[in-house]
């Protein structure tokens, strides 16, 4: 509709900046974003109605006839993309007991045994990394014990 770049909106602002003053600009702009506001609701609903319109009285299947008449290539594609939906789903819906769905029960349960190996392997990591913080620990409990000791056998005893 309106092509506006940044210099035209930077001029727009300028003029209007001399025009209205910089004490009513913030208002100008409020009450026109307003007004560009219920424009566009007021298009978008319009656009609503029109597609409502159409849809009720049947267009929308004649407007769909059109393109395909007028895009004969795009309708081939979508034809295409349907069958290969239909050829994808019916390859998800395997019978159980042909070779391929075997195959593909062995292939969840290697998968499951991998990932309770998986969970296996984090668990004893994660305990192995907890016993050696506990150690550490432990450890450092030790030698502050042995430093304190080492502090009052240092220290003279005062007579009283």
Not at 76 to 83: E, S
Request: hydrophobic fraction near 40%; glycine fraction near 8%; avoid cysteine.
């Amino acid at each position: 509709m309106f092509d506006l770049g940044g210099t035209e909106l930077l001029v727009i602002g300028v003029v209007a900046l001399i025009v209205v003053g910089p004490k009513d600009l913030p208002v100008l702009f409020r009450n026109v974003g307003r007004y560009v506001g219920k424009a566009k609701g007021m298009a978008r609903e319009f656009s609503y109605a029109m597609n409502k319109a159409a849809d009720d009285t049947g267009m929308g299947d004649i407007s769909k006839t059109l393109k395909t008449a007028t895009n004969p290539i795009g309708s081939a594609m979508d034809g295409v993309k349907d069958a290969a939906r239909d050829v994808t789903s019916s390859l998800t819906d395997v019978d159980a007991n042909s070779e391929t769905g075997k195959l593909a029960a062995q292939k969840a349960e290697r998968i499951e045994k991998a990932k309770e190996t998986a969970k296996k392997m984090q668990a004893s990591s994660a305990r192995a990394a907890a016993e050696r913080k506990a150690r550490e620990a432990q450890d450092a409990l030790e030698k502050a014990d042995a430093y304190e000791a080492a502090l009052k056998a240092d220290t003279p005893k005062s007579d009283t």
